[in-house]
T-cell receptor
């Protein structure tokens, strides 16, 4: 096991609602990256947090936002949910924003109806 | 054009077979290359790094051809437990501060008894 945990495991929301997903990084890791994996696709980078600051962002709209706490755990918030937001959301922790070794959590499966 | 392209498969092979996966990447400045393995409904896990000099780990061999922007993974003597999706991953070197992973869509391998 990687030591990276995510909650909840599964979630069902209605279009237009808001959702918060949580990630606890591996002990000692100060960097968390979030990825979205749609069915049949590879994960896509959403953004990265390093020492509580957003440190890079992929091609996702502003309704995707995040937060990192002093203990390096992180949240991903998605507002105004759309049907296409249905996906597996993965967080990955690493030591340092340029570390090549990233450890993934088990993911949160979000279904938007 | 996608940054990382893979044949999605599926590859159906008998136990004991040798199977090869290929991947191409579009950005010639990309610096780091990996193969990840993802089991059904699980998170991706690092399988191995890929170097120009080649990298071998037991039955698995990975190779990088920078001139052709091509990455390969060879699995010899396939086992039932090798059944999974294999994701080609590139870390671009766009001068940014992040180590975001760029994933291919993945290639599904099904090893048959």
């Amino acid at each position: 096991e990687t030591g990276v945990t995510q909650s909840p495991t599964h979630l069902i929301k209605t279009r237009g609602q808001q959702v918060t997903l949580r990630c606890s990084s591996q002990s000692g890791h100060n960097t968390v990256s979030w990825y979205q994996q749609a069915l049949g696709q590879g994960p896509q980078f959403i953004f990265q947090y390093y020492r509580e600051e957003e440190n890079g962002r992929g091609n996702f709209p502003p309704r995707f936002s995040g937060l990192q706490f002093p203990n390096y755990s992180s949240e991903l918030n998605v507002n105004a949910l759309e049907l296409d937001d249905s996906a597996l959301y993965l967080c990955a922790s690493s030591l340092g924003q340029r570390s090549y070794e990233q450890y993934f959590g088990p993911g949160t499966r979000l279904t938007v109806t | 054009r996608k940054e990382v392209e893979q044949d999605p498969g599926p590859f159906n092979v008998p136990e004991g077979a040798t199977v090869a996966f290929n991947c191409t990447y579009s950005n010639s400045a990309s610096q780091s290359f990996f193969w990840y393995r993802q089991d059904c409904r699980k998170e991706p896990k690092l399988l191995m790094s890929v170097y120009s000099s080649g990298n071998e780990d037991g039955r698995f061999t990975a190779q990088l051809n920078r001139a052709s922007q091509y990455i390969s993974l060879l699995i010899r003597d396939s086992k039932l437990s090798d059944s999974a999706t294999y994701l080609c991953v590139v870390i671009p070197n766009y001068g940014g501060a992040t180590n975001k992973l760029i994933f291919g869509t993945g290639t599904l391998l099904a090893v048959q008894p």
